[in-house]
Structure formats: structure tokens, C-alpha cells
């Protein structure tokens, strides 16, 4: 099964392009099939990242918080499952 993380976070005012930098920078344990990094208006980053798992639910690396200072609210997190 095939399953989609994203992590969506919107940057602190004036920190957009810091929180995009902090994104890119980050190492996984391992790496995904396919990472795509997007930035969208009001300073927000979405990071989605693709996994060959057993179950939905698996146990699959994501990215941390950023620091608190660089974001505006708690980053937000959900999983889809490929369904083609």
C-alpha cells in the first residue's frame, strides 16, 4: 500500500522563507519514495512525502516541529492512501 504524509505549517510573520530553508534541511532515517516540498501564501510550507507501507497506520518517519518561534500554530499532520 501506498501512503502519503503531509505536513503543512505556516511560518511566523517575516520567517517564510526560514521555515521553507528548515523544511529542505530536514534528514529522515530514511528516505521516502518521493518528497515534494511546496510553499503556499501567508508563509506556509507543505511538505508531502510517499511510502511503501504494510498498513495505514504504519510506523513511517515525518518531520518534526519547528521551533515554536518560527511557526504561527502547531503544525498540522494527516495520511492519505493512494487509491490508483
Do not use: N
Amino acid at each position: 500500500m501506498r501512503v502519503t504524509l503531509m505536513w503543512e505549517a505556516r511560518a511566523a510573520q517575516g520567517r517564510g522563507a526560514e521555515l521553507l530553508e528548515w523544511a529542505r534541511s530536514q534528514v529522515l532515517p530514511y528516505e521516502p519514495q518521493r518528497r515534494e516540498i511546496l510553499r503556499a501564501p501567508q508563509d506556509r510550507v507543505l511538505v508531502l512525502t510517499w511510502w511503501e507501507a504494510e498498513t495505514f497506520d504504519a510506523e513511517l518517519p515525518e518531520l518534526p516541529e519547528p521551533d515554536a518561534e518560527l511557526i504561527a500554530r502547531p503544525v498540522h499532520r494527516w495520511r492519505f492512501e493512494s487509491v490508483e
